[in-house]
């Protein structure tokens, strides 16, 4: 099942741009995802189960890198938003 995910990421720090720039180049490293990035939000779409493993690690990858982080996700499965 195909899935999409439209995410955004907010920072809780004054520099802000850095965990944000992270968070995209981090998600970008998985193979087999179609990843688009807009100034509000990042859509990643594929496979369901590779996707919500991808957004995860890179979710905890950022974690473990800028501490805190507010994330927000729509998930809509079976369906290609873009």
Known sequence: MQVTI????YPNRENFIPPINGFIEKINQFENL?????PTSTV????????????Q??????????????YVAKII???EAL
Do not use: H, L, W
């Open 44 to 55: 990643v779409q594929g496979e369901f189960d590779y996707a919500m493993q991808a957004v």
């Open 57 to 70: 690690s890179t979710i905890a990858a950022c974690y473990r890198e800028f501490n805190m982080a507010v």
């Open 6 to 9: 439209d995410i955004s990421m």
């Open 34 to 38: 179609k990843i688009t990035t807009f």
């Open 77 to 79: 499965p079976g369906y």
